[in-house]
């Protein structure tokens, strides 16, 4: 990434000793179930805070970081994800360049707790990102990149065009395009209303997850859908809360039972069971931010093109470019790389990829 965005201030750190990189896990051998519990935040980064930004409204954005020196690379999450899903990068890039990673829960978003939450307009989460810089490093910050996901990518293009933070150096937006994502918004809610409401446990959504191909990794997806999920706040039987439907993926993988009376009681049991549980819903209800969709997307390639920094564009595939950012590629106005074995959650599926460029 240093390289490609001539940031000659992140500096390469030494290697790890012993040959094994920061981030690398032990693979699992054939025939071993995979391990779908969840992992603590504070394997990946060094402090957890939050950071208050206005003592007037008393907004407060979850911020996650590591690093005490060097130039700043923040951090913005996809739609419907939190900080933690750049949690296995920041282990990664944290060991390879020596750098600051701070990444932010966005508004409405994992632990951030602001007022008018549901204010997702481009112009204020933009402002949001100006303004915790702000309360993080007062009127001088340091040399700050900004690396962006998905609807994360449209905010930091927003950010960096309306000079929310003047130090920026440099820009790296990870697989949003205007033309794809404005084709996509009319398939979005029949993709939201596609995935389960509920799930009975954190570990069953990191299953799910996995298994529906939301996110490739399995370590990262172990500590990202914590973020995205929290317990329900009301009963189950209440009309809000259906009845979770994230144990079928691992129904679907058991042997349907001969005999009809015993199947009867088994689904008796597990409907038992569930009560006695807390289920888990999204953190965030994406299909009611509809009306800011085409915000965040419209007219964000030129946006992207005028920002007056060297700027990254990676892709999960070639497809997703649009006329105006062809043009501006062989302009060479910015650089792009292709991951074409990811998923749209670029960082997460391909971390260690993603920190090389």
């Not at 807390?278 to 009306?291: G, P, V």
Request: glycine fraction near 8%.
């Amino acid at each position: 990434m240093s390289s490609h965005l001539h940031l000659n201030l992140l500096a390469s750190r030494p290697p790890v000793p012993g040959g094994l990189q920061s981030g690398s896990k032990m693979r699992m051998g054939p025939g071993r179930k995979r391990d779908f519990s969840p992992l603590s935040w504070s394997q990946y980064f060094e402090t957890m805070e939050d950071t208050l930004y206005s003592l007037t409204t008393l907004h407060t954005f979850r911020i996650y970081s590591s690093g005490q020196h060097g130039p700043v690379l923040l951090l913005l999450h996809g739609g419907g994800h939190s900080a933690l899903s750049w949690a296995v990068f920041t282990e990664v890039i944290y060991n390879r360049i020596n750098c600051r990673v701070v990444a932010m829960d966005l508004r409405a978003h994992g632990d951030t707790k602001v007022k008018n939450s549901d204010d997702l307009s481009a112009e204020t989460m933009a402002k949001d990102i100006g303004k915790v810089v702000e309360a993080l490093y007062g009127e001088n910050p340091p040399p700050i990149m900004m690396i962006g996901h998905s609807m994360g990518g449209a905010i930091a293009v927003h950010t960096a065009a309306a000079n929310h933070v003047p130090s920026l150096l440099g820009l790296c937006v990870i697989d949003v395009v205007e033309g794809t994502a404005m084709d996509a918004l009319n398939s979005m809610q029949n993709f939201l209303r596609s995935r389960p409401k509920t799930f009975k446990s954190v570990e069953n959504a990191i299953e799910w997850s996995v298994k529906s191909g939301q996110i490739r990794n399995v370590e990262s997806a172990r500590v990202s859908m914590g973020g995205q999920v929290k317990k329900c706040e009301e009963p189950l039987n209440s009309p809000g809360v259906s009845k979770s439907i994230g144990e079928v993926i691992i129904e679907e993988e058991e042997e349907e039972e001969e005999d009809g009376e015993s199947n009867h009681k088994r689904k008796k049991e597990d409907d038992q069971e569930v009560k006695k549980e807390s289920l888990y819903t999204w953190q965030i209800d994406l299909s009611k931010t509809e009306k800011y969709w085409e915000g965040w997307f419209s007219g964000l390639s030129a946006l992207f093109l005028s920002c007056p920094v060297p700027k990254l564009l990676l892709l999960a595939g070639v497809d997703r470019l649009d006329k105006d950012l062809t043009i501006g590629q062989m302009q060479g106005k910015f650089q792009m790389q292709v991951l074409p074995q990811c998923g749209h959650a670029v960082h997460e599926d391909a971390p260690e990829k993603v920190s090389g460029f």
